[in-house]
């Protein structure tokens, strides 16, 4: 897994509302912090979403691709349709 570039890093922070000091009470830096935390797993999640997304849209043209390649021993048209379709859904 590759790591988050520091631009993203530095804007979930500017976005959480980050800003430590010296002196500041223990309380408020465990709430920046878990909002902070809170914005970066939303942003993994999204993050994996997609690309489970990418990865059933490409087995989906591979199986279709498949059928196609088999269609010469006859009519794989309905099912090369259906997979497709699936991705409609």
Do not use: N, W, Y
């Not at 590759?2 to 804007?11: A, G, L, N, Q, T």
């Not at 489970?52 to 099912?79: H, S």
């Amino acid at each position: 897994m590759s790591d988050m570039p520091r631009e993203e890093v530095e804007r979930l922070i500017r976005e959480s509302g980050m800003s430590f000091h010296l002196g500041m009470p223990h309380e408020a830096v465990i709430e920046q912090m878990t909002r902070f935390a809170s914005m970066l797993r939303d942003e993994m999640l999204e993050a994996a979403e997609h690309a489970i997304q990418c990865a059933m849209e490409f087995e989906r043209e591979a199986c279709a691709q498949v059928l196609e390649d088999f269609e010469r021993f006859g009519d794989t048209r309905d099912c090369i349709a259906a997979i497709r379709a699936r991705g409609q859904e």
